[in-house]
């Protein structure tokens, strides 16, 4: 594996100068550049472009002067092939803003070396996978103050409450602060469907269909889910397709 051009960026020089030395000490990286706001942050961007040696991912501090993190990081994600994102902030309120722009991990500070390596363990992964490959995707979550990232593979199915979502995994379950309606348009990719204003189903785990007397359900695992009328028949369907894709020749 090539290794991993990376940019720092942060407006406090000691924070800055800390991140970089422990990049630099990591051996999948092999080059790393620095900026203190998100325009010079840009115009590295631009230049390494230029030059035929884009980074491949930017660690990334969120409350800066002028053009701050989460605004940089949605510039960042428009760009024809854009480099991994690292957010590494003090505070814990963006981490929806992370998942939205895709962001491959959320480091709070003061950096913990581990931490840092398994981000960038998830960069050098994903620079190998196209962005847009629905292979799997990732979501912030909160569990004892520390922010933990679940991928959609593991995801069995999810629950609206109201303007949150809990995501229910083999291991548990997640509330979210990220309306369902978002994730249905992320995850579809990802092979999940909608079979219910409340909830949205991995296709891949669901089990079995019932219908009876007009109402149909689903179940995933040991957990017997509503689907509505609206979408009875298009999931119907859908299951018929996948099983003969699955029958042998």
């Not at 991912?57 to 991994?84: K, T």
Request: charged share 30%; proline share 5%; with cysteine.
């Amino acid at each position: 594996m090539a290794l991993l051009r990376v940019l720092a960026v942060d407006d406090e020089l000691p924070a800055l100068e800390d991140l970089s030395y422990l990049l630099r000490a990591d051996p999948r990286i092999g080059e790393v550049s620095t900026a203190r706001d998100g325009a010079s942050a840009l115009r590295l961007l631009d230049r390494a472009i230029a030059d035929g040696r884009p980074i491949d991912a930017v660690f990334l501090d969120i409350r800066m002067r002028g053009l701050d993190g989460v605004v940089l990081g949605r510039l960042l994600s428009r760009f024809a092939n854009p480099p991994r994102v690292v957010f590494v902030t003090a505070y814990e309120e963006h981490a929806v803003d992370a998942f939205e722009i895709k962001a491959e991990d959320y480091l709070l500070k003061p950096v913990r070396p581990e931490r840092l390596a398994e981000a960038i363990r998830r960069v050098a992964l994903s620079a190998d996978v196209p962005a847009d490959s629905g292979e799997s995707d990732t979501i912030p979550v909160e569990l004892g103050g520390v922010t933990r990232f679940v991928s959609s593979a593991d995801v069995v199915y999810v629950e609206a409450q109201g303007d949150y979502a809990r995501l229910h995994t083999a291991s548990g379950s997640h509330l979210v602060r990220i309306p369902l309606a978002t994730l249905e348009e992320r995850w579809a990719s990802a092979g999940f469907v909608r079979v219910h204003r409340s909830h949205l189903v991995a296709v891949k785990h669901i089990e079995e269909l019932h219908i009876d007397s007009g109402k149909c359900t689903v179940r995933v695992g040991d957990t017997e889910i509503p689907v509505s009328r609206r979408h009875t028949r298009e999931l119907r369907d859908l299951l018929v397709r996948r099983a003969r894709k699955g029958r042998p020749e």
